[in-house]
């Protein structure tokens, strides 16, 4: 069956530009992940969504960085007045959502701030 | 909290040789371990995971990994490497609440004919 989708796979946009990122899940996944990939480090976890609520949203840098997942399935990241130090890859996870449980990652959207 | 050691960045490796990448891990909860790879210009996949039962755990493509709760480790091996495996190897920890996982900064297994 189809895997996590993102869009767009590359985005290049200028410091204090606003961006969105978008995130397909599985189908039928209740749980969606956001992780941030700075070069030649691990990913680090943003956000969870269990369903259409926000339960963990710890890693977010500052309150420029806002997700949102209205219905609980599509979640759209969203970077305000971005700056040179947002330049990563961002992935996205969903996972079934029953604890232990295995998520599964997209190819990722990178973004990259002049 | 908990925490992910991978304690090198890369490993060369002649092809048919065996290897081991290893990984230390912290946590004050019930842990989740796995092992994604990610080859060049591709996502993140899932190689293996340890969630209970079974210390070794194995993959379909000739991986092993042992989850040693004593030395807080699960390195992962594999007897005899491909060119093919050629690629950047992350280990996490999952566990708690949300299940959010913690990796390691990763290690690229580099293997030469």
């Known amino acids: 069956g189809a895997g996590v989708s993102q869009t767009p796979s590359n985005k290049v946009t200028e410091k204090g530009k606003y961006v969105e990122l978008r995130c397909d899940p599985i189908s039928g996944h209740t749980a969606l992940y956001w992780y941030r990939q700075s070069l030649g480090q691990g990913p680090e976890f943003l956000i969870y969504?269990?369903?259409?609520?926000?339960?963990?949203d710890s890693g977010l840098p500052n309150d420029r960085f806002f997700a949102v997942r209205p219905e609980g399935s599509v979640s759209t990241l969203k970077i305000q007045r971005t700056e040179r130090g947002d330049s990563a890859v961002y992935l996205c996870?969903?996972?079934?959502?029953?604890?232990?449980?295995?998520?599964?990652f997209g190819p990722g959207t990178r973004l990259t701030v002049l | 909290a908990q925490s992910v050691t991978q304690l090198d960045s890369q490993v060369p490796v002649f092809e048919e040789a065996p290897v081991e990448l290893r990984c230390n891990y912290s946590s004050s909860v019930s842990v989740y371990l796995f092992w994604y790879v990610q080859y060049p210009n591709q996502g993140l996949q899932l190689l293996l995971k340890y969630l209970s039962g079974s210390t070794l755990v194995e993959s379909i493509n000739g991986f092993e990994a042992e989850f040693n709760k004593s030395q807080t480790s699960f390195h992962l091996r594999k007897p005899s490497v491909h060119i093919s495996d050629t690629a950047e190897y992350f280990c996490?920890?999952?566990?708690?609440?949300?299940?959010?996982?913690?990796f390691g900064t990763g290690t690229l297994l580099a293997v030469q004919p």
């Open positions: 969504f269990q369903g259409t609520g926000a339960a963990d």
């Open positions: 996490a920890v999952g566990g708690g609440a949300t299940n959010k996982l913690i």
């Open positions: 996870a969903s996972s079934l959502g029953l604890a232990p449980d295995t998520q599964y």
